[in-house]
Nanobody
Framework: VQLQASGGGLVQAGGSLRLSCAAS????????IGWFRQAPGKEREGVLC????????DYSDSVKGRFYMSRENHNAAVYLHMRSLRPEDTAVYYC??????????????????WGQGTQVTVSS
């Protein structure tokens, strides 16, 4: 099982980015996928999750209305669409595979495989 996060970079406040998570070694269509992030000096926190049916579950109030997830099972990919980015969104973003088809609570222990992370930096 592997997850490969990509798409991070440097963007100005108010800008947009799309992060990708390429999945391999398992049947993506059977599992909910989450995105987490870790800002410098802070604990890793949940951002969003997408269920097998495409429903989104917000893990962070700060991203509501600005971020959403989509998935393309035939391409073995999941995406995090981010807009209206803020400096406080600066973090390393990780995608992770849950053990369920529906989005679980934002608990790291229910996510069994993690990608390596991609850096997102938002300048003011």
């Amino acid at each position: 099982v592997q997850l490969q996060a990509s798409g991070g970079g440097l963007v100005q406040a108010g800008g947009s980015l799309r992060l990708s998570c390429a999945a391999s070694g398992f049947h993506l269509e059977h599992y909910a996928i989450g995105w987490f992030r870790q800002a410098p000096g802070k604990e890793r926190e949940g951002v969003l999750c997408i269920s097998t049916t495409g429903g989104n579950r917000d893990y962070s109030d700060s991203v509501k209305g600005r971020f959403y997830m989509s998935r393309e099972n035939h391409n073995a990919a999941v995406y995090l669409h981010m807009r209206s980015l803020r400096p406080e969104d600066t973090a390393v973003y990780y995608c992770a595979k849950s053990q369920y088809s529906d989005c679980p609570p934002a608990l790291e222990r229910v996510y069994d495989y993690w990608g390596q992370g991609t850096q997102v930096t938002v300048s003011s």
